[in-house]
């Protein structure tokens, strides 16, 4: 059971705008620590997407985009392409565990 | 471009422990953390601690505290994850990954290790 909730799976078609949810508690996202988010391919280690909530480092496409409200976050894909097909992860800080969480992973399909 | 190469794979019985190394190649350690975070087949990533090796500090995630140690040795470049009492469920892929130095690590984790792959059988 991780700390950090997302949906199993998400799909959307070529083109596509689709947005990957991210729910937290008041120990963490609502406690106003970032969150940050990670693709990750089959066998290969997760990579960095956005961090500081909504902040891209360089060589990631203005296709994604993260935003936060309340005890949420947000991951943004715009003109989905099949290449984003892979597994997504939330990250964040909890101050009752007084240490970093992730969510249990999204898988995108690209239909 | 600092990058992160991490030893091989390893087999481990239930009940004893597995060192897993992280050697920092073309560069060092600098001011970053250095974390290690664990996934299990089909899961999603659990992080297990950190240390910063300029300022000797390191902290454990609640989980593991007892049964995890995390080194560094800065003139190597190398950090290490010791994890004891093995079980099954300690079955994942181990990796390092570095970090910024504060606490909430609020820019992520931008580099990472290829990965370790530690099996426990019983």
């Known amino acids: 059971q991780s700390v950090l909730t997302q949906p199993p799976s998400v799909s959307g078609a070529p083109g596509q705008r689709v947005t990957i949810s991210c729910t937290g508690s008041?120990?963490?996202?609502?406690?106003?620590?970032?969150v940050q988010w990670y693709q990750q391919f089959p066998g290969t280690a997760p990579k960095l997407l956005i961090y500081a909530t909504n902040n891209r480092p360089s060589g990631v496409p203005d296709r994604f985009s993260g935003s936060k409200s309340g005890t949420s976050a947000s991951l943004a894909i715009t003109g989905l392409q099949a290449e984003d097909e892979a597994d997504y992860y939330c990250?964040?800080?909890?101050?009752?565990?007084?240490?970093?969480?992730f969510g249990g992973g999204t898988k995108l399909t690209v239909l | 471009q600092v990058q992160l190469v991490q030893s091989g794979a390893e087999v481990k019985k239930a009940g004893s422990s597995v060192k897993v190394s992280c050697k920092a190649s073309?560069?060092?350690?600098?001011?970053?953390?250095l974390n290690w975070v664990r996934q299990a087949p089909g899961q999603g990533p659990e992080w297990m601690g950190r240390?910063?090796?300029?300022?000797?500090?390191?902290m454990y995630a609640q989980k593991f505290q007892g049964r995890v140690t995390i080194t560094a040795d800065k003139s190597t470049g190398t950090a290490y994850m010791d994890l004891s009492s093995l079980r099954s469920e300690d079955t994942a892929v181990y990796y390092c990954a570095r970090g910024p130095p504060d606490t909430a690590m609020v820019t992520g984790m931008d580099v990472w290790g290829q990965g370790t792959t530690v099996t426990v059988s019983s």
């Open positions: 240390t910063i090796p300029m300022f000797g500090i390191t």
């Open positions: 073309g560069g060092t350690f600098s001011s970053y953390s």
């Open positions: 990250q964040s800080y909890d101050s009752s565990l007084s240490g970093v969480v």
């Open positions: 008041s120990s963490n996202i609502g406690a106003g620590y970032d």
